[in-house]
């Protein structure tokens, strides 16, 4: 009975994680435009919303171009609710950024 109560209770927690994620969309390597859903400074990383209605997740690397008027700025500029226009490099099911623009 102790065994299928833990197999039970394994099963409910694991349909419950998986609810509570949000949906990441994988685009082929291209550019595209769309507004910022959320920032995590600490990991460089963003959550954009795109125009063809799909939404991805980007770490900015090591190369990664941030610009704003012709002018690389800071990470710390992003900020939610932002148009940006990203150029990004599909690699297996990630999407490494290589150039984000903040629009306005």
Same mark, same amino acid.
């Given at each position: 009975? /102790?065994?299928?109560? $833990? =197999?039970?209770?394994?099963i409910s927690l694991s349909f419950a994680l #998986?609810?509570?994620?949000?949906? #990441? ?7 595209? +435009? ?8 600490? +990991?460089?990383?963003?959550?954009? @919303?795109?125009? @063809? ?12 171009? $941030?610009? /704003? ?8 500029? $992003?900020?939610?609710?932002? /148009? =940006?226009?990203? +150029?990004?490099?599909?690699?297996? @099911? /990630? ?10």
């Amino acid at each position: 009975m /102790r065994k299928l109560f $833990l =197999i039970l209770l394994t099963i409910s927690l694991s349909f419950a994680l #998986i609810s509570c994620g949000e949906e #990441i969309d994988v685009v082929e390597s291209g550019t595209y +435009e769309g507004v910022v859903a959320k920032v995590v400074p600490e +990991e460089e990383e963003i959550y954009v @919303n795109l125009d @063809n209605g799909k939404k991805v997740e980007l770490y900015f690397k090591e190369n990664t171009v $941030l610009m /704003r008027d012709t002018l690389e700025v800071a990470f710390s500029e $992003l900020a939610v609710d932002q /148009r =940006i226009s990203v +150029e990004v490099l599909k690699v297996g @099911n /990630r999407l490494d950024p290589i150039k984000v623009e903040i629009i306005e």
